[in-house]
């Protein structure tokens, strides 16, 4: 079964707004991760956050996880034309030994 | 000096036939996994080995065949291919085994069954 849920489905802004990207989960996790696809692409991982951790920051990424809410977000600061893409929560299941991805959100970068 | 290698990009062929897709990684890496990405972008994992063993075999019908003949290579055997068949599919690799680090991906195949 699905772990992960984004949410936006899909978000549209203009170049130099932030966007915010939410991920919902359902079961204890060892980390949280996200992933980028451009489109025809592979996936590239962008941030990992452990379980004991409350916020990360790689660039212009921000994420930030809720343990007690079984919720992470994505922050992308300044958005570029570059972002285009679609962005994958995934989490690392105590026990499980592998990634479950969520259905992602598309997002889109107005020139 | 890619990290993550697969061949081939694309795959037409016919229902009914056998295929092979082939992975090969130069990270190092013990863990390697199929993943199944269908057209609405889901991505679902199929198969991980590490080191050469088989850790998890997700429920797969088993026309799929994984293959390790080393830790740098997994190799996906799918027999009697059908219409549903049909989706990208991606080999990834991660150090590690246990807690699942940062995974590297390879560029995909693109399997379209007739």
């Known amino acids: 079964s699905q772990q992960g849920e984004e949410d936006p489905q899909a978000l549209s802004i203009q170049e130099g707004e932030n966007a915010t990207m939410n991920c919902s989960y359902k079961?204890?996790?060892?980390?949280l991760q996200w992933y980028r696809q451009n489109s025809g692409r592979g996936l590239v991982h962008l941030i990992l956050?452990?379980?004991?951790?409350r916020e990360k920051h790689s660039g212009r990424l921000r994420v930030t996880l809720d343990t007690s809410k079984k919720s992470s977000s994505l922050l992308i600061t300044a958005s570029r034309a570059a972002d285009t893409a679609s962005y994958f929560c995934?989490?690392?299941?105590?026990?499980?030994?592998?990634?479950?991805f969520g259905q992602g959100t598309r997002l889109t970068i107005n020139p | 000096d890619t990290a993550v290698s697969q061949t081939p990009k694309y795959l037409v062929t016919q229902m009914g036939n056998d295929k092979s897709i082939k992975c090969e990684q130069n990270?190092?890496?013990?863990?390697m996994y199929w993943y199944k990405q269908d057209s609405k972008k889901f991505l679902k994992i199929m198969f991980s080995?590490?080191?050469?063993?088989?850790?998890i075999n997700e429920t797969v019908p088993n026309r799929f065949s994984p293959k390790s003949p080393d830790k740098a290579h997994l190799n996906l055997h799918i027999n009697s291919l059908e219409l549903g068949d049909s989706a990208v599919y991606f080999c990834?690799?991660?150090?590690?085994?246990?807690?699942?680090?940062?995974?590297?991906f390879g560029p995909g195949t693109r399997l379209t069954v007739l």
């Open positions: 080995y590490n080191n050469k063993e088989l850790i």
């Open positions: 956050i452990r379980s004991n951790e």
């Open positions: 990270l190092g890496h013990d863990t």
């Open positions: 079961t204890s996790i060892n980390n």
């Open positions: 990834a690799s991660s150090q590690g085994q246990g807690v699942v680090n940062e995974q590297f």
């Open positions: 995934a989490t690392d299941s105590r026990g499980a030994q592998k990634l479950v």
